[in-house]
């Protein structure tokens, strides 16, 4: 039987447990197909192909990550592939998605502080900001401010404007393994919050994306750097009416396997053939 390394968070990571409890429904599905999975802690060293898709915590420890990456011998297959990875990992990657076309959020990428989250503002033309990481997960450092509030100072930064579409309308995710849409799912924030995450209050159901989301998302697939083995991308309505991108996660996505049909099972298939 072949053997493949699942990537997952460090021990002492608060969603470790988590993490465990997933870990056996991945060798459950991969066993099928020929695969013995074994979990590694993603910044322990190994030499056998790796899936990162629960590579958690990572962005706590940026520069051990992209170490990890840029190291990664090109005869050890990596799962997504390690350049592909890296150019998920900076968000920096939604100036170049819309730079080739693909409807984005409108971003403002810079060293924020005080003074540039003011000017932002007046830049995007909005009254309530995000201010995010550029390289962050599950929201971590995320700040929504409003003109008047005390202003955080975050460093390497992505401002976008507050869409009240998050909380409404939600934002959608769609699902892609082996190059095909595997499921979908729609996340609503809970009343007062911007955060879509279940650990903030928000819910998460399936839902049957229509032409315009499919759209987007596959503009955006055929615009990076690498074919995904597998990809979530995340969409929100614009203020013009528009879905735009919000994140392309090629790195660890959450699968909602729940809300689909087979999907470890789908993606057990997909590393099987790549290996």
Not at 7 to 18: E, G, Q, R
Not at 196 to 222: C, M, Y
Request: net charge negative; glycine share 6%; charged share 20%.
């Amino acid at each position: 039987m072949r053997s493949i390394d699942l990537l997952i968070p460090a021990p002492d990571d608060v969603y470790a447990a988590l993490a465990a409890e997933q870990v056996r429904d991945y060798v459950a599905a991969f066993s099928r197909v020929g695969i013995a999975v074994r979990p590694r802690v993603w910044s322990e060293a190994g030499d056998a192909p790796a899936l990162a898709l629960m590579a958690w915590g990572y962005h706590l420890e940026p520069e051990r990550w992209l170490a990890l990456l840029d190291g990664w011998p090109a005869d050890l297959p990596l799962f997504n592939p390690a350049p592909l990875l890296r150019w998920s990992t900076r968000k920096t990657y939604l100036s170049a998605l819309e730079a080739a076309g693909v409807p984005t959020v409108p971003t403002w990428c810079c060293d924020a502080d005080p003074s540039t989250i003011m000017a932002a503002f007046d830049a995007l033309g909005a009254e309530e900001l995000v201010v995010k990481p550029q390289i962050a997960a599950s929201s971590h450092g995320i700040a929504r401010v409003k003109r008047g509030d005390s202003l955080p100072t975050v460093g390497q930064a992505m401002i976008q404007p507050f869409l009240p579409a998050v909380q409404s309308e939600g934002e959608y995710a769609l699902f892609y393994i082996g190059g095909e849409l595997s499921h979908a799912i729609r996340k609503v924030a809970r009343s007062g919050e911007f955060r879509v995450q279940p650990q903030f209050g928000g819910t998460n159901t399936a839902w049957q994306p229509d032409r315009e989301a499919i759209a987007v998302a596959e503009a955006a697939l055929a615009a990076a750097p690498a074919e995904p083995l597998y990809a979530r991308i995340d969409l929100l309505r614009r203020l013009d009416g528009r879905l735009a991108l919000t994140e392309f996660e090629a790195i660890e996505p959450e699968l909602y396997f729940a809300h689909g049909e087979q999907v470890l099972e789908r993606l057990a298939e997909a590393v099987a053939r790549s290996l």
